[in-house]
């Protein structure tokens, strides 16, 4: 089975751009969580959707970032306009209703100069 | 709320030495606990999970946790270090009960194991 597909693996882009992060959860999963992941700050959550409902948007540090998931097999994580400071590897991870486990994706490297 | 304490962010031992990385929780109501495993540019993997069964919880690997409730602890342990075990390990933990409860993670212990 295929696991937690993100795309792009690596992003680098110049400050001020638009960056959208992709991903696919694991089919028949009804939770979708992102998160950040960066040396000084750890494995934050960012934002996490039950069947394809936000649910908890606390963690999102900016207006400048927005989640959305239209579907329960696509979610999107834009940042606009991209800072330095949100360089990071950001991770998509699914789970099912009542086990609280995650299985993460292999997370996008995501560079802003 | 909960959180977890993990005791060490960087942890050396010899190919063939026990492993040992500790971590603490805390929780107001009995927890749902949760080892995972970072590979180099890789995402978490799901090591092994406490749900209030038994108190010894047999992972992947080879990996093994103890829950403590007296404790408060979940020590990840693993009696012979092989070298395929260098990677970053994070201990979690979210309220036992009820639907979805949100998952906090500790800040990771990087295991170097020395040939």
């Known amino acids: 089975d295929a696991g937690v597909i993100q795309s792009p693996r690596h992003e680098v882009t110049e400050m001020g751009q638009e960056v959208t992060l992709r991903c696919k959860p694991i089919?028949?999963?009804?939770?979708l969580f992102w998160y950040r992941q960066t040396m000084m700050r750890g494995l934050e959550l960012l934002i996490y959707?039950?069947?394809?409902?936000?649910?908890?948007d606390s963690g999102m540090p900016e207006d400048r970032f927005s989640a959305k998931m239209p579907n329960a097999s696509f979610s999107t994580l834009k940042i606009q306009p991209s800072e330095p400071r949100d360089s990071a590897v950001y991770f998509c991870?699914?789970?099912?209703?009542?086990?609280?486990?995650?299985?993460f994706g292999p997370g996008t490297r995501l560079t802003v100069l | 709320a909960q959180s977890v304490t993990q005791l060490g962010s960087h942890v050396s031992v010899s190919e063939g030495a026990l492993v040992l990385l500790r971590c603490n929780y805390s929780?107001?109501?009995?927890?749902?606990l949760f080892w995972y495993v970072q590979y180099p540019n890789q995402g978490l993997q799901l090591l092994l999970k406490?749900?209030?069964?038994?108190?010894l919880v047999k992972g992947i690997n080879g990996f093994e946790a103890e829950f403590k409730k007296s404790e408060t602890s979940f020590h990840l342990t693993k009696p012979s270090a092989h070298m395929s075990d260098a990677a970053e390990y994070f201990c979690?933990?979210?309220?036992?009960?009820?639907?979805?409860?949100?998952?906090?993670f500790g800040t990771g212990t990087k295991l170097q194991v020395i040939p």
């Open positions: 991870a699914s789970g099912l209703q009542g086990y609280n486990e995650q299985f």
């Open positions: 089919s028949g999963h009804d939770y």
């Open positions: 959707f039950n069947n394809n409902v936000p649910i908890d």
């Open positions: 929780s107001s109501v009995p927890p749902y």
């Open positions: 406490y749900t209030s069964a038994a108190t």
């Open positions: 979690a933990v979210s309220l036992g009960f009820g639907g979805y409860q949100k998952v906090t």
